[in-house]
């Protein structure tokens, strides 16, 4: 069995809980095909071609519950922020990832969430519906 590398700098986010969906976005879906609302995920890599709209993230499948790598949306992700990762099957899955310190990935955390915050705003431009789930519609919960 090959060695897992050591600790690795990524950019973690958590699914959105509800995205907009259909015609004009009047319509709200729980979380992703892939992914749960709320679950947590990590960005390998990202697009640079079509302006970040798109990356690649791992995280634990919605019907399996194991780990999973797909190609997102950025919109339906958020709170991206930098975090070491030490879980083995999360590593193996980041062979040819190039290495990042902490701060290169706080720097592309900070990219990411303004791309995502953009595009949740800009890809329904119709108005929200009432009440909306959505996102940026929803109050914070304090923590």
């Known amino acids: 069995m090959s060695e897992v590398p050591g600790p690795l700098w990524l950019v973690a986010a958590n699914v959105v809980r509800w995205r907009r969906y259909g015609e004009r976005g009047q319509e709200f879906r729980p979380g992703t095909k892939a992914f ?3 679950a ?5 890599d990202t697009y640079p071609g079509t302006g970040n709209e798109q990356l690649t993230a791992v995280g634990h499948g919605r019907h399996t519950g194991r780990w999973i790598t797909v190609d997102t949306g950025i919109r339906h992700l958020h709170t991206f922020r930098a975090r ?3 879980s083995p099957a999360v590593l193996r899955r980041c062979a040819g990832v190039p290495a990042r310190t902490r701060e290169e990935a706080t720097e592309l955390a900070k990219r990411l969430e303004d ?3 953009r595009g949740r705003h800009t890809h329904h431009a119709a108005p929200h519906p009432d009440p909306c789930l959505c996102h940026a519609c929803l109050p914070v919960s304090p923590e």
Do not use: C, I, M, T
């Open 36 to 38: 749960r609302g709320g």
């Open 84 to 86: 070491p990762v030490y």
């Open 40 to 44: 947590k995920v990590y960005v390998l």
């Open 115 to 117: 791309v995502a915050r």
